[in-house]
Each structure stands twice: as structure tokens, then as C-alpha cells.
Antibody, heavy 120, light 107 residues
Framework: EVPLLESGGGLVQPGGSLRLSCVAS????????MSWVRQSPGKGLEWVSV????????YYADSVKGRFTISRDNSNNTLFLQMSSLRAEDTAIYYC?????????????WGQGTMVSVSS | DIQLTQSPSFLSASVGDRVTITCRASQGISRYLAWYQQKPEKAPNLLIYAASTLQRGVPSRFSGSGSGTEFTLTISSLQPEDFTTYYC?????????FGGGTKVEIK
């Protein structure tokens, strides 16, 4: 059983939209804060967004604010990232990650990632 | 925003060497710092949280220290599987940020 499984990546034209999904299993998703992190080809890690478990508070990186929306469906243990007005610089592997309860906010479970390519 | 500066960016070492990676924060973050290891084509893996607490299952040759603005990750005796890339991350305030990474290569 894979604890986090992302899907929804693909090739999209600049200005287009895409919705990523991350299905969780093996832990209490509804009470877990969740995050998206991305990694452009050959580059480092970049935090994208976070959503709390209970009160659904959200935060975004400045680079995606106003274009990306994080959401969740606790009844189906799924985290989403709706991406719009996509740019070439959004090309990256997108990982979802759990923010651990007992690890002072560190990301203790990661998915395998889904690739998003923005190109004409 | 809090900037994290990792050094060195690249490190050449041999099996059995002791290596240290430094992560400096642009402002104080108490002990809200984590270290991750990332192998090629894989997701990052949590090594250390709260600056110095070893995540379950991580070998004891890894250790972390520091608080405030300066932190270190030390590998006491490099093993073949440790030659890969390491990142620090601050969890003190949003936006969360990562260091630029340190690639540990075989000398």
C-alpha cells in the first residue's frame, strides 16, 4: 500500500490548466496537514502550498499565489492542486507530502511525484 | 521570507569519511529545521526534524545540530548509499523554504 499516490500530471500549453490529485492511505488523512512541493528538472525543492487538516487554512508560495488552489476531500482521502494560467517555469515534478504531527512540522511522508510539463 | 543558504553545494568525499553540511537561515528559526535526503529519481526522505531529532529508521551515523540561524547535518562515516543530495527546510514560518541542496559525490 502506497501512503500517497499522485496523479493528474501531463503536458499542457502555457496559459492552460491542470488538476493534480493525491490519494492518501494508511493514516488518518482528515487530521493531517498536507502540502505540495515541486522540483523543476535538475533543480532543488520548492514548497508550493499547504492546507491544514481540520480548519482548512491554506498558504501559498508567492510564485503560485492567485494561480494555484489547494483543496481536499477528506471523505475520499484526497488532496488536490488546481493549477491555472500555467507558465513554462511551472514545469516540474509535483510531490504531495504529509506534515507530520510529531516531527515539528516536517514532511514525513512523500508521494512518488507526478510530472507537469508546460510547453507549446 | 526566510532564506536558507546551504554549503557547500557540492562535496567530494570517500567511503568512511565524516562530512558536515551547513544550513544558515536569514533570521532565527529556533529549532524548526528539517533535513532530507533525496536519491536520483526518488522523492525526498526525512532524516532529521527539530534540528537534531533522528527520524525513525534513519541510521545513527546521521546527526543534526544547531538552533537559531546556524545548523549542521553530519554523517559520521559515509556509506556508499549516502552519496546523493541533501536539503534543509525551515518550518518556522510561511512561506516554507528549502535550502539549495548539497550533492555529496564520491571522490
Amino acid at each position: 500500500e502506497v501512503p500517497l499516490l499522485e496523479s493528474g500530471g501531463g503536458l499542457v500549453q502555457p496559459g492552460g490548466s491542470l488538476r493534480l490529485s493525491c490519494v492518501a492511505s494508511g493514516f488518518t488523512f482528515s487530521s493531517s496537514a498536507m502540502s505540495w512541493v515541486r522540483q523543476s528538472p535538475g533543480k532543488g525543492l520548492e514548497w508550493v502550498s499547504v492546507m491544514s487538516g481540520r480548519d482548512t487554512t491554506t498558504y501559498y508560495a508567492d510564485s503560485v499565489k492567485g494561480r494555484f488552489t489547494i483543496s481536499r476531500d477528506n471523505s475520499n482521502n484526497t488532496l488536490f492542486l488546481q493549477m491555472s494560467s500555467l507558465r513554462a517555469e511551472d514545469t516540474a515534478i509535483y510531490y504531495c507530502a504529509r506534515i507530520g504531527t510529531y516531527v515539528l512540522g516536517a514532511f514525513d511522508i512523500w508521494g512518488q511525484g507526478t510530472m507537469v510539463s508546460v510547453s507549446s | 521570507d526566510i532564506q536558507l543558504t546551504q554549503s557547500p553545494s557540492f562535496l567530494s568525499a570517500s567511503v568512511g569519511d565524516r562530512v558536515t553540511i551547513t544550513c544558515r537561515a536569514s533570521q532565527g528559526i529556533s529549532r524548526y529545521l528539517a533535513w532530507y535526503q533525496q536519491k536520483p529519481e526518488k522523492a525526498p526522505n526525512l532524516l532529521i526534524y527539530a534540528a537534531s531529532t533522528l527520524q525513525r529508521g534513519v541510521p545513527s551515523r546521521f546527526s543534526g545540530s544547531g538552533s537559531g540561524t546556524e545548523f549542521t547535518l553530519t554523517i559520521s562515516s559515509l556509506q556508499p548509499e549516502d552519496f546523493t543530495t541533501y536539503y534543509c527546510q525551515q518550518l518556522n514560518s510561511y512561506p516554507l523554504t528549502f535550502g539549495g541542496g548539497t550533492k555529496v559525490e564520491i571522490k
